[in-house]
């Protein structure tokens, strides 16, 4: 009695490997930068949810018949009004026409327009105090604007970081980079 053996050739492995070979040279370069682009993903969603919050937050004081500045704004976790109709922070300030003054005013301005489920924030008082952050983004700010340093990625000295950057006396918010 003969019994046959099966089994694969030399010849059958080293085309099976050859054919992985290749199928992983033409998708690696592909997933390589998942991360960077998930990264970047993030910033963009934070961007648009700002926007979108600053301009609900603007329709409702146009629909609350355009309330004084320092009013609050209570769906909006009791945000203050400046002269314009746009948020600066939750301190009650006499002066007209308010905007922020402190990273905390930033910080609440982030937190009151995005809310529930926002990315974990911070807040610093200078950008020279972003590095080693542990939140998703910090909040300095800048005059009477805000910047978001995103920091979920990168939080070391001399790297380049993502940045939103909120103008207080216009409800713009746009994207840009720093250095850290």
């Given at each position: 009695?003969?019994?046959?053996?099966?089994?694969f050739?030399?010849?059958?492995?080293?085309?099976?490997?050859?054919?992985?070979?290749?199928?992983?040279?033409?998708?690696?370069?592909?997933?390589?930068?998942?991360?960077?682009?998930a990264?970047?993903?993030?910033?963009?969603?934070?961007?648009?949810?700002?926007?979108?919050?600053?301009?609900?937050?603007?329709?409702q004081?146009i629909?609350?018949q355009?309330?004084?500045?320092?009013?609050?704004?209570?769906?909006?976790?009791?945000l203050?009004?400046?002269?314009?109709?746009?948020?600066?922070?939750?301190?009650?300030?006499?002066?007209?026409g308010?905007?922020?003054?402190?990273?905390?005013?930033?910080q609440?301005?982030?937190?009151?327009?995005?809310?529930?489920?926002?990315?974990?924030?911070s807040?610093?008082?200078?950008?020279?105090?972003?590095?080693?952050?542990a939140?998703?983004?910090?909040a300095?700010?800048?005059?009477?604007?805000?910047?978001?340093?995103?920091?979920?990625?990168?939080?070391?000295?001399g790297?380049?970081?993502?940045?939103?950057?909120?103008t207080?006396?216009?409800?713009?918010?746009?994207?840009?980079?720093?250095?850290?």
């Open positions: 009695m003969r019994r046959t053996e099966a089994g050739t030399i010849i059958e492995l080293v085309v099976v490997i050859i054919l992985l070979g290749i199928l992983a040279a033409t998708a690696l370069p592909r997933f390589m930068n998942v991360d960077v682009q990264h970047q993903s993030v910033v963009d969603g934070v961007q648009g949810g700002l926007q979108t919050g600053m301009s609900l937050y603007h329709a004081w629909a609350q355009q309330p004084a500045p320092n009013s609050q704004i209570a769906a909006f976790n009791n203050r009004t400046n002269a314009n109709g746009f948020p600066y922070g939750t301190a009650n300030r006499s002066a007209t308010s905007n922020v003054t402190n990273s905390g005013d930033c609440q301005v982030f937190s009151g327009l995005l809310q529930v489920g926002a990315p974990s924030i807040q610093v008082a200078a950008a020279a105090n972003v590095v080693g952050s939140t998703d983004f910090t300095v700010v800048n005059g009477v604007n805000c910047n978001f340093y995103y920091t979920g990625q990168y939080n070391t000295a790297r380049t970081v993502q940045l939103l950057q909120y207080s006396t216009t409800g713009v918010v746009t994207a840009t980079t720093a250095t850290l």
